[in-house]
């Protein structure tokens, strides 16, 4: 009996690396931190009450955004690793097989778990306070959304110390990802934990598309739309149509593995190439998912900070639905060296290329907003300015990749592996981090330490800058991407010791962010910050900072593009808005229904990791059984009575 649960145990969990041992116990010490912290405290009933059942958009909002620092946290550190190793030559600081699993979910996690939650986080905080809803079309949906992303995150990276890490790569190529070349469960893992957080995706998309369609205040009209409400538009109609892809194809690798398919193998009629036509289709529009909404930040805040209407509105709209439209038509230029033909080549290299004109289109329209504007240099401009000369040489980069002749040159090089992070990082993280320092004193009612701040982006952009401009370098000198070691002969060591220094620097940089934000806390009385701490031009600066639970207390108008803005005008002149009666609000009431049907599709995925089918089956009917439970919930929602609105604004306006 004790040697049977020996060998299970040594067969279940991770061992005989000592970072991964160290790495459980860190883990374990975390787990019992929080658990003793919220009992010693007595939080588990606000645990429950204010958070884990929540429906409130923007608590949702905050807790993607969590998630998310929690997960560039993980992918930094592997990425920190992977640095360690390539720093010098012959190093042996991580085997060949440890290597591949850290740069597989160094990948996935950066692009799923943590720029997706980022973007879900600022999608949820911050649009129905722009467009002057409540809340969103489906608040029970936007909370079960949630809940699967973050158990499909969990069931991922639980693979680091469960059973194994998938080792074949962020887009999982057949036939390394077949059961034939990995036997273990980490692809599993991969599979189902990207499956249950992709529904959660999906659900997201339709979710803000509806909002964005059906719940805008009166009077605001399509080409009233704030921008980077127009950016998340853009973004919904791309996730509307690549995560279904993404869904069929990881449910077809599944069968392969798991049923004997061969919908990807080269035996009994499977191809390869498949998979890899299929993840692209995805997986290509999945990055202007991502840098999209990036874009609606930067339109925010180079207005806001310039104080003026941003140059050409409407150029901006088209060039936002032109890119949405040729994402699809840019993946096979990850293979034009796979032998798809000369006029294959040609068709993707020129759509790939038309890309860069709607993108130039904003870069323009933000230089011009800025020209003779009063620009103010705080936290959130500066990595908006940071991110302009940063994306255009990523731009740059991407065109020359584009070029099907030169792409046979830099395929798979660290060339690629530059431009990628180049853009990923200048585009999408410096984007976020601008658009949290942003809407920061919205969120949480405070504002951020500047001088940390700067400290954190001075850090980040030079250890950026240290780190990937070797890259292109050694790119070109000829290095390829997932090398574990290289030799002293290569003449490749000065510029990856540089590149590591850079990593570091960038960590230090992340070490800065997360000092600022303790720092905020613990003198947040003193950095309170008033409704309209930036001077903005939308309407979620016409509300208390923080937004009170039903946002508005009178529905808004949205007559003009800079509403807030132009009421601010208005009221300069003396003209004030007609005095209107408040009434009671309708709002959802919470629902520990999304929690616990996450719950089960966490533990259907884990039955069907392990090919436990009891288990699997006991996951999929505890969320048939919620589905059911909540088909038959009829107390749904509940009013806020006037009182309570009167009560609430003049606390949050300071007026008692």
């Given amino acids: 009996m004790l040697e049977g649960l020996k060998e299970f145990a040594s067969e279940f969990f991770v061992t005989g690396d000592p970072l991964i041992y160290g790495a459980m116990v860190s883990i374990g010490i975390t787990m019992i931190a929080i658990v003793a912290v ?37 992918g930094g550190v592997d990425a920190l690793m992977m640095r360690l190793q390539l720093a010098m030559p012959n190093n042996e600081f991580l085997n060949p097989e440890h290597y591949n699993q850290v740069f597989t979910t160094h990948g996935t996690i950066m692009i799923l778990f943590m720029a997706m939650p980022f973007m879900f986080g600022l999608f949820n905080v911050i649009v129905p306070l722009q467009i002057g809803a409540r809340d969103v079309a489906f608040p029970f949906l936007n909370s079960l959304s949630f809940w699967l992303f973050f158990l499909g995150a969990m069931l991922f990276n639980l693979s680091f110390v469960i059973g194994g890490s998938p080792d074949a790569g962020w887009l999982s190529y057949p036939p390394l990802s077949e059961l034939s070349h990995s036997p273990g469960v980490g692809q599993n893992f991969y599979i189902w934990g990207i499956q249950i957080s992709g529904i959660g995706s999906l659900a997201t998309g339709i979710n803000f598309l509806v909002t964005i369609i059906k719940m805008r205040a009166p009077g605001m009209r399509w080409m009233k739309l704030p921008m980077f409400t127009w950016s998340v538009f853009s973004t919904c109609i791309i996730i509307l149509f690549a995560f279904p892809i993404l869904t069929v194809t990881l449910a077809l690798l599944f069968l392969d593995r798991f049923a004997g398919a061969h919908f990807f193998t080269l035996d009994l009629g499977g191809n390869p190439m ?80 038309l890309i860069a004109i709607p993108t130039g289109v904003k870069i323009f329209n933000w230089l011009f907003t800025m020209y003779r504007g009063r620009i103010r240099m705080a936290t959130p401009m500066m990595w908006t300015l940071a991110f302009i000369p940063c994306f255009i040489v990523g731009g740059m980069t991407g065109v020359l990749l584009s070029v099907a002749p030169a792409d046979f040159q830099f395929h798979n090089s660290y060339f690629l592996i530059a431009h990628f992070h180049q853009v990923l990082i200048g585009g999408v993280v410096f984007g976020y981090f601008a658009g949290l320092y942003y809407w920061w004193p919205k969120m949480f009612g405070f504002q951020l330490p500047e001088k940390l701040g700067k400290w954190a982006f001075w850090t980040w952009n030079i250890g950026f800058y240290v780190c990937f401009m070797p890259q292109y370098a050694v790119g070109l000198m000829g290095m390829t991407r997932r090398l574990s070691t290289y030799g002293w002969d290569t003449g490749w060591w000065e510029l990856n010791f540089v590149s590591t220094i850079g990593a570091f620097l960038m960590g230090v940089g992340f070490l800065f962010q997360v000092a600022q934000i303790a720092d905020g806390i613990r003198k947040y009385k003193t950095l309170k910050a008033s409704a309209d701490p930036w001077d903005g031009r939308t309407l979620e600066w016409s509300i208390p900072s923080p937004a009170p639970e039903y946002n508005f207390a009178i529905t808004p108008r949205g007559d003009d593009i800079d509403e807030w803005w132009e009421e601010k005008e208005r009221r300069a002149k003396g003209i004030y808005p007609p005095e209107q009666p408040l009434e009671p609000i309708h709002m959802p009431k919470n629902s520990a229904i999304p929690f616990i049907m996450s719950s089960f599709w966490f533990v259907a995925g884990f039955g069907f990791v ?15 059984i919620c589905m059911i439970a909540r088909s038959f919930s009829y107390d749904t929602d509940y009013y806020i009575p006037v009182d309570e609105i009167k009560r609430t604004e003049a606390s949050l306006r300071g007026s008692v």
């Fill in 38 to 74: 919220l009992t010693y405290f007595k939080k588990w009933g606000w645990l429950w009450r204010n958070w884990l059942t929540t429906v409130d958009h923007k608590k949702i909002g905050i807790m993607y955004i969590i998630a998310s620092i929690i997960m560039l946290f993980r």
């Fill in 274 to 353: 498949m998979y890899i036509n299929l993840i692209w289709m995805w997986g290509h529009p999945e990055v202007y998912i991502v840098v999209l909404p990036a874009f609606g930040v930067f339109s925010e805040i180079v207005s806001t900070f310039s104080r003026k209407k941003l140059f050409g509105y409407k150029s901006m709209v088209f060039a936002m639905l032109i890119i949405s439209f040729l994402s699809f038509f840019t993946w096979a230029h990850h293979f034009f060296t796979m032998g798809s033909g000369a006029d294959v080549n040609a068709f993707f290299a020129v759509t790939t290329m």
């Fill in 610 to 624: 392990f090919g436990w089918l009891w288990m699997a089956i006991l996951g999929l009917a505890g969320v048939g």
